[in-house]
């Protein structure tokens, strides 16, 4: 793979944020003739901003951390774990990890990033259970081992049927919700709409629509906000977050390519819990757990350690 190939698959893998803002830049410039609903405009955004087919190793290079050592599941990293499938509301089949921790001090459901399966990120598994919390990954589906077709459509009902899961299975009644980069945004919709199943939330790399669709309004004949509303309301994170009354964890960086340290505290100034921004100004886009390691897992065992410190009514699995 060269150079320019790697720079194409970051361009349309990362997040996908700014990708599906230049899907709408077609419709609107006639690209895309053939598009004629809504459900064709988000399958045609979905094509462009999803990677599925992507790498670990291709995900390795983009972020700078080559040493990282590629595995196909937890295993192979000594680390125990129960692999099940489970049911969406589509009758998509997920592949669901289950990475108990001996401590078992809560229970974190990580929803990554728009890239590759969900073994390219064990390394905050690997950090989270180290410090004795239990986590729950995933792939979304047309990822990994999920059957489906990878959409921005089901991202919601992907995240409900883990949910769901996850309650049931570890007996808690509650659980922590972490988004990375894509996985912000079903994150954030369901803390605000299932806030007493969630007790806290934590966002690394806040994908914005709105923030995208801004940033391209001169293309958009300055009206944006007519093509964001083409998506479904529980891709909105602007719309959804002013509603999660959680507490909330958010870690921001400098040089992101999507939503910036400067971007982000505006975001969260409506939401009536307690937010902590952790900023890395120096940094690109959800590059803290591998390239501010320490300071990364530091802040989040301190804001999990506070969640669950106050208490879970529940049991664990």
């Keep these: 793979m060269g150079s320019g190939d790697v720079g194409v698959w970051a361009m349309r893998g990362l997040v996908g944020g700014r990708c599906l803002i230049l899907a709408a830049v077609a419709v609107l410039l006639g690209g895309c003739g053939s598009i004629t609903s809504v459900d064709e405009f988000v399958e045609f955004a979905s094509e462009i901003a999803l990677a599925p087919d992507s790498t670990c190793e291709e ?8 040493h990282l050592p590629t595995v196909d599941n937890p295993g ?7 692999e099940h499938y489970v049911t969406t509301g589509n009758g998509a089949q997920l592949r669901v990890w289950y990475v108990p921790a001996d401590a078992d001090r809560g229970t974190i459901v990580f929803s990554n990033g728009a890239v590759a399966n969900m073994s390219c990120f064990l390394l905050e598994t690997y950090m989270l259970r180290y410090d004795g919390w239990s986590v729950v990954m995933y792939d979304y589906e047309g990822f990994g081992g999920s059957t489906g077709d990878a959409s921005l459509a089901t991202l919601y009902v992907d995240l409900e049927a883990v949910l769901d899961w996850t309650l049931e299975y570890t007996g808690r009644e509650q659980v922590t919700l972490m988004g990375v980069s894509l996985g912000s945004i079903p994150s954030v919709s369901h803390a605000a709409l299932r806030p007493d199943d969630v007790n806290a939330v934590i966002l690394d790399g806040v994908i914005s629509l709105r923030i995208e669709a801004e940033r391209f309004a001169y293309l958009l004949a300055n009206d944006a906000e007519r093509y964001i509303r083409l998506f479904d309301t529980t891709l909105l994170l602007d719309d959804q977050i002013s509603g999660v009354t959680q507490p909330m964890l958010v870690y921001t960086y400098g040089k992101d390519e999507y939503a910036t340290s400067a971007h982000v505290p505006e975001l969260v100034a409506d939401c009536p819990g307690d937010v902590k921004i952790v900023d890395y100004p120096n940094l690109p886009h959800a590059r803290g757990p591998y390239l501010e390691t320490a300071t990364y897992f530091h802040e989040l065992e301190e804001f999990l350690t506070s969640i669950w410190s106050k208490g879970d009514e529940g049991g664990s699995g």
């Excluded at 995900?59 to 080559?66: S, T």
């Excluded at 192979?76 to 129960?82: G, K, P």
């Design 59 to 66: 995900l390795k290079v983009v972020y700078g951390v080559p």
């Design 76 to 82: 192979e990293v000594n680390i125990r774990y129960e």
